[in-house]
């Protein structure tokens, strides 16, 4: 069974990386567009309230943090597709394993990620950033960060099934902005009102971009929190925690899509 479920799940994989060749486009600005939004706050906005020392060692880390959040749209869009069109009912009705159809989905989600992470990364080093720490320190902030989209992956698979319509995906990929841009991606906690300062130290986001930072050799926040503190046991606990809540009910959704 677990061989038959494997299988089942590369075929479907392989399906969302066809649709690669037949929408290079939707590809190319899922990679372009946090490049546009790094290149834009190192350059155009810049300045990083609270930071000290060069600003980009320290956006650099949290952009990585924020792309991992972005591109969810075609993710979910793609799942609402696939429900409009029956296409997943199809799928349900032959003989495969039920959860072929989500794996593979977030399969080819994390592959299309990891792309995305290595051109950002090059991108990264393009303007100024260097890593200082080990090798074994930039494969744990890899890893860090993979975990986060993996995160982030299911709670849109999960939202996408609620939804169930390609128009409701803009009104729930909005929600990703605030929470986002909520961390401290471009501004330390420090610099922001005490309540707000709070919010973000807390922040998933936040957890792994000052993990990263820690990680690269480069400091993240000021010293206090607990949260800052222990930065890299919250960007473990934080996607293991939000995994462990959105993944059985995004199973659980698609069990009752045919009742």
Do not use: C
């Amino acid at each position: 069974m677990t061989v038959w479920a494997l299988t089942d799940s590369w075929t479907m994989t392989r399906r969302e990386l066809a649709h690669w060749a037949r929408q290079p486009v939707q590809v190319v600005v899922g990679l372009v567009f946090p490049v546009m939004l790094l290149l834009m706050f190192g350059y155009l906005v810049g300045g990083g309230r609270g930071v000290e020392g060069a600003y980009v060692g320290f956006l650099v880390p949290g952009m990585l943090a924020l792309t991992m959040a972005f591109g969810l749209d075609s993710t979910m869009l793609a799942v609402t597709q696939d429900l409009g069109k029956g296409v997943i009912d199809r799928f349900r009705s032959m003989p495969m394993a039920s959860s072929a159809v989500l794996v593979g989905r977030s399969v080819a989600d994390m592959l299309q990620s990891a792309l995305s992470l290595l051109v950002m990364i090059g991108v990264g080093y393009a303007i100024g950033w260097r890593w200082h720490g080990g090798f074994g320190s930039f494969l744990g902030a890899v890893g860090l960060l993979l975990l986060l989209r993996f995160a982030m992956l299911w709670i849109g698979i999960h939202l996408a099934m609620v939804a169930g319509k390609p128009e409701m995906v803009q009104a729930v990929q909005i929600l990703v902005w605030p929470i986002g841009f909520l961390s401290n991606a471009f501004a330390t906690p420090e610099s922001m009102p005490g309540w707000l300062g709070a919010a973000v130290e807390w922040n998933p986001m936040s957890a792994t971009a000052t993990a990263v930072r820690d990680l690269s050799g480069i400091p993240g926040v000021a010293e206090g929190s607990w949260a800052a503190e222990h930065a890299q046991l919250m960007a473990a606990v934080w996607p293991v925690a939000l995994v462990a809540v959105f993944f059985p009910l995004a199973v659980r959704r698609f069990r009752r899509l045919s009742h």
